[in-house]
């Protein structure tokens, strides 16, 4: 009896170690196989005509020189997109006079990091800003709402692009999202009335990150839907802070 205890702990003690290794390994496989960032979305960075602080886990787009701004927005990356890849967007928003701040994620999943806009709140000296929002995209979007059902107090609006709530949350919220998404499901959102359908529009079309597997063919350009999405994105603003 005693002998077969010891084997089978002796089994044990190989199988449970090699078994933690091959989640370890599958799981460092699945974090690799992610959306990348295109050019135009890495030039949106680089770009030295841009007013950009790029820090160790978000970068912050500042409006234009000359510009004043008293309303930011936090941006939670969609799940396994490059977070760079919602750079075109954000500096289309800070050129309208939005400060915009796009979070880093660990292995590009928001999942692994819901408060992440604690360390915008704490680190970021923009004594300048007295309207804060947060959003996201698609899972970015989903956690963005999980935070906000949390920390109402410090936020006056929320805006999901492709996404829908998560948490129960009464602040103001904008959905915008594509007539041709076909990786969200749009019934999730019957509890939201604020909502924007981008005739022409998909999932992916948000950010800058090619086609996304599962999606619908979008009939406007990439360029074109962004530009309604920030459009709509300054008036829900404009029309919050004259409340």
């Not at 970021?124 to 970015?140: A, Q, T």
């Not at 009464?170 to 019934?187: C, K, Q």
């Not at 839907?225 to 008036?235: A, F």
Request: charge should be negative; glycine fraction near 8%; proline fraction near 3%.
């Amino acid at each position: 009896m005693k002998l077969k205890k010891r084997k089978i702990l002796k089994i044990a003690a190989i199988s449970v170690p090699a078994l933690l290794l091959l989640v370890i390994g599958a799981f460092y496989m699945y974090t690799l196989d992610y959306y990348r960032a295109d050019e135009a979305a890495v030039q949106a960075i680089a770009s030295q005509e841009n007013s950009v602080d790029s820090l160790e886990k978000m970068w912050v787009f500042y409006p234009e020189q000359g510009q004043s701004s008293d309303s930011a927005l936090i941006f939670y990356p969609g799940g396994k997109v490059e977070a760079a890849a919602y750079a075109p967007l954000l500096k289309q928003l800070s050129q309208q006079g939005i400060t915009c701040v796009l979070l880093k994620m660990p292995f590009n999943l928001a999942v692994f990091d819901m408060n992440a806009a604690d360390r915008v709140f704490e680190q970021l000296p923009l004594s300048e800003v007295k309207h804060w929002y947060i959003g996201g995209h698609s899972l970015g979007g989903a956690m963005a709402s999980s935070y906000a059902s949390k920390h109402v107090d410090k936020l006056e609006g929320m805006i999901l692009l492709g996404a829908y709530s998560v948490g129960a949350t009464e602040l103001p919220t904008l959905a915008i999202y594509g007539s041709e998404d076909m990786i969200m499901d749009s019934a999730k959102l019957d509890n939201t009335p604020n909502q924007h359908v981008i005739e022409g529009g998909n999932h992916a079309y948000f950010g800058n990150y090619g086609e996304q597997k599962g999606d619908g063919l979008a009939t406007i350009t990439r360029e074109e839907q962004q530009r309604q999405t920030v459009e709509e994105i300054i008036d829900f603003i404009l029309d919050e802070e004259k409340k």
